[in-house]
């Protein structure tokens, strides 16, 4: 048996998700522990995803205040389980993205490893999307390879879908390595396009959008963007997906209600997600969903409605909870990491090969 600690901080940015997960070699989760994210905290690095005075010592000083966060929910999960570092092989920590631009060779997550093992006593392992990108690769997504860990074994063709601020699926055929890109959009836009109008941090179940109506001239012109037109291995984040992109469409278009607005961001992140799988397995026989988005009643809706042969449906109905994939899967790739286990997919991010990911700071 180990224990490992995975740590997820995505771009949402609405707190940090803390999974403690056993190995043995079964992947199964222990306990949870979630800590919002401080407005001051949100708000800085939203402002460090785009260039902006004193960058380096602000993103210096916000990633001290983010470990001081984590090690603080890590001692609360361990506290809550009587259990001592020593106790604990090893945490996996993301870190907060703040920029992504693999096609310039660089991926930027901040998250002061070092200090993180300082204060906390246990060893560290982060950085998992550098050497995927320095091999050629994409560095994103990375959780397609846990994806296959976790459901491997079973027939037919299945996928599962992250939704959180971007969405990215993972392909799983039998016999066949485990394929997967960014879709585009996940709750990003709708997320932001309902904390500028209605001051909310979201759209709980999707009832705004459901109150308005799909405006097909502004989703045309969203569904325009050069991303939508490539296929992967591909990903993207807040450089490309922000809200200046969607500001920069309406205003060369009639004023539309704010509702109609985010309507049409769903029927945006939907319709992406449905094309993209259906052109890359058409054949799905089940659609398994994770992220904070399978809380989204009209997407999930809509979703099933755009794929009436395929099942979709919550990682829930496999035993694993879809809140805390991500959270669970940066703790497997510790363990990848610290077992020297190739953990990325050349097939998913174009990387030249396999590769070990990850950078180790020991407790």
């Given at each position: 048996?180990?224990?490992?600690?995975?740590?997820?901080?995505?771009?949402?940015?609405?707190?940090?998700?803390?999974?403690l997960v056993?190995?043995?070699?079964?992947?199964?989760?222990?306990?949870?522990?979630?800590?919002?994210?401080?407005?001051?905290?949100?708000?800085?690095?939203?402002?460090?995803c785009?260039?902006?005075?004193?960058e380096i010592?602000?993103?210096?000083?916000?990633q001290?205040n983010?470990?001081?966060?984590?090690?603080?929910?890590?001692?609360a999960?361990?506290?809550s389980?009587?259990?001592?570092?020593?106790?604990?092989?090893a945490?996996?920590?993301?870190?907060?993205?703040?920029?992504?631009e693999?096609?310039?060779?660089?991926?930027?997550?901040?998250?002061?490893?070092?200090?993180?093992?300082?204060?906390?006593?246990?060893?560290?392992?982060?950085?998992?999307?550098?050497?995927?990108?320095?091999?050629g690769?994409?560095?994103?997504?990375?959780?397609?390879?846990?994806?296959?860990?976790?459901?491997?074994?079973?027939?037919?063709?299945?996928?599962?879908?992250?939704?959180?601020?971007?969405?990215?699926?993972?392909?799983?055929?039998?016999?066949?390595?485990?394929?997967?890109?960014?879709?585009?959009p996940?709750?990003?836009?709708?997320d932001?396009?309902?904390?500028?109008?209605?001051?909310?941090?979201?759209?709980?179940?999707g009832?705004?959008?459901?109150?308005?109506?799909?405006?097909?001239?502004?989703?045309?012109?969203?569904?325009?963007?050069?991303?939508?037109?490539?296929?992967?291995p591909?990903?993207?984040?807040?450089?490309?997906?922000?809200?200046?992109?969607?500001?920069?469409?309406?205003?060369h278009?009639?004023?539309?209600?704010?509702?109609?607005v985010?309507?049409?961001?769903l029927?945006?992140?939907?319709?992406?997600?449905?094309?993209?799988?259906?052109?890359?397995?058409?054949?799905?026989?089940?659609l398994?969903?994770?992220?904070?988005?399978?809380?989204?009643r009209?997407?999930?809706?809509?979703?099933?409605?755009?794929?009436p042969?395929t099942?979709?449906?919550?990682?829930?109905?496999?035993?694993?909870?879809?809140?805390?994939?991500?959270?669970?899967?940066?703790?497997?790739l510790?363990?990848?990491?610290?077992e020297?286990?190739p953990?990325?997919?050349?097939?998913?991010?174009?990387?030249?090969?396999?590769?070990?990911?990850?950078?180790?700071?020991?407790?």
């Amino acid at each position: 048996m180990a224990l490992y600690i995975g740590v997820m901080s995505g771009t949402s940015l609405d707190g940090l998700d803390i999974a403690l997960v056993e190995l043995t070699p079964a992947i199964s989760l222990v306990a949870t522990h979630y800590i919002p994210m401080p407005d001051a905290l949100r708000t800085e690095l939203f402002g460090l995803c785009s260039s902006g005075p004193d960058e380096i010592a602000r993103s210096a000083i916000a990633q001290q205040n983010w470990v001081c966060l984590a090690a603080q929910g890590i001692h609360a999960l361990l506290d809550s389980q009587k259990l001592k570092p020593e106790d604990v092989r090893a945490i996996g920590s993301h870190g907060q993205t703040i920029r992504h631009e693999p096609a310039r060779g660089f991926t930027v997550q901040i998250g002061n490893p070092a200090l993180l093992s300082e204060l906390t006593g246990i060893t560290v392992v982060s950085d998992f999307r550098s050497r995927d990108v320095a091999a050629g690769g994409q560095g994103a997504p990375l959780v397609p390879a846990f994806h296959e860990a976790l459901f491997e074994g079973r027939t037919g063709h299945r996928a599962v879908l992250n939704v959180g601020g971007f969405s990215n699926l993972s392909l799983i055929e039998p016999e066949k390595p485990v394929a997967g890109f960014d879709c585009g959009p996940g709750n990003v836009l709708l997320d932001a396009w309902i904390h500028q109008q209605r001051h909310e941090h979201f759209d709980r179940d999707g009832q705004w959008a459901a109150s308005g109506k799909v405006e097909p001239t502004l989703l045309r012109a969203l569904l325009s963007d050069p991303f939508f037109l490539t296929k992967g291995p591909k990903s993207t984040g807040r450089e490309v997906f922000n809200l200046p992109w969607l500001t920069r469409h309406l205003s060369h278009l009639p004023v539309f209600a704010a509702e109609d607005v985010q309507a049409t961001l769903l029927e945006l992140t939907a319709l992406t997600i449905v094309e993209s799988l259906q052109s890359a397995q058409p054949d799905t026989d089940e659609l398994l969903v994770c992220g904070g988005g399978v809380h989204n009643r009209t997407l999930m809706k809509r979703l099933a409605d755009l794929l009436p042969d395929t099942k979709v449906s919550s990682t829930a109905v496999y035993g694993v909870d879809p809140d805390w994939v991500e959270a669970m899967a940066f703790a497997w790739l510790a363990h990848c990491c610290l077992e020297n286990i190739p953990a990325n997919r050349p097939s998913v991010t174009g990387a030249r090969g396999l590769r070990v990911l990850g950078a180790i700071y020991p407790a």
